[in-house]
């Protein structure tokens, strides 16, 4: 494959193992953001832009053939709403504008609750918060996918080595590293999809490698087979030799603590992720790409052992 140039917006817990899986290949990268992060590669171009603002995206488009959205915004639906449909609207119009095909780094949020596997051909939400910000923001690239090549990887919640901001980052994995009690904010018994973020830097170069019939549509990230959160923080304390010491706030708590804790009503909001069983169809990227999900079995022990080391 001939070296491109690539922008990737954001380099937190999933841009930076996409920029590191393109540079190993020989890809030219540059990364946008709106500070030069501190652990950037000094081979790594870097350009000062604020996702928000329509000028920053196409000068950060410039001379790229694709790009990469991967980018997050505090957890909380007040910024949401404003903050994701002018970000998909400025990177729609910046990359029609350069002739730059996208890959969005996407969640699942827009599909509401179900009581079945979410797949892609579900419809968008209706209700609820975030699903209706994140319905939107699909319609907005949905709406551009006669001029504009995108495609989208859905993923469920995040996990993997350094992956601090999630529910079994730092206050989980990360404390039981340190011996200490997991937190949980959310039921530890519920069956839940979680998404191996080396194999979602995995996907999205897959697409990025894959030819236009495959964009213009959503892709689901495959997960390995569901487990609960205290099945997985059972395992990663086996790999320390550690006894597993958890706590975890019930969901019927999360909005009374919301009424003092903002992080808590906005978990709560998306209470449907967690009061029935949450269960991704990721049979459709796994068919296409032949692509298989990195076990439970070793992504559990590398992820809590590199909190263990500090990573």
Excluded at 174 to 182: I, S
Excluded at 264 to 275: I, P, Y
Aim: aromatic residues 10%.
């Amino acid at each position: 494959m001939m070296t491109q140039q690539i922008t990737v917006f954001g380099y937190g817990a999933v841009g930076r193992p996409i920029v590191e899986r393109l540079v190993a290949r020989g890809d030219r990268v540059r990364v946008a953001t709106r500070r030069r992060p501190t652990n950037l590669p000094a081979d790594v171009d870097h350009v000062v832009c604020d996702v928000l603002d329509p000028g920053d995206v196409l000068a950060a488009l410039e001379g790229a053939t694709q790009a990469v959205l991967a980018v997050g915004f505090a957890y909380d639906s007040r910024l949401w709403r404003t903050a994701w449909p002018r970000t998909m609207t400025n990177m729609v119009e910046g990359c029609d504008a350069a002739d730059v095909r996208l890959v969005f780094i996407d969640n699942l949020y827009q599909l509401g609750p179900q009581t079945t596997p979410r797949t892609e051909a579900m419809p968008l939400a209706m209700a609820g918060e975030k699903p209706v910000i994140l319905a939107e923001v699909a319609r907005i690239w949905q709406r551009a996918a006669g001029r504009v090549q995108i495609a989208t990887l859905r993923c469920s919640d995040f996990y993997g080595p350094g992956v601090e901001v999630s529910h079994l980052g730092a206050s989980a994995f990360g404390e039981l590293a340190k011996d200490k009690p997991a937190q949980l904010m959310v039921p530890a018994d519920t069956p839940h999809d979680f998404a191996y973020v080396p194999d979602i830097a995995r996907a999205a170069v897959m697409l990025l490698d894959a030819p236009d019939e495959d964009f213009g549509q959503a892709w689901n990230m495959p997960c390995a087979p569901t487990r609960s959160p205290r099945a997985l923080l059972e395992m990663g304390a086996a790999a320390l030799g550690h006894r597993l010491r958890l706590w975890a706030i019930p969901l019927a708590l999360l909005r009374p603590i919301g009424l003092v804790y903002r992080f808590a009503k906005e978990v709560a909001d998306v209470g449907f992720t967690w009061d029935r069983p949450y269960i991704v169809d990721g049979s459709k990227f796994a068919r296409r790409f032949d692509f298989a999900a990195t076990p439970f079995e070793v992504g559990v022990p590398a992820t809590v052992r590199s909190f263990a080391k500090g990573y």
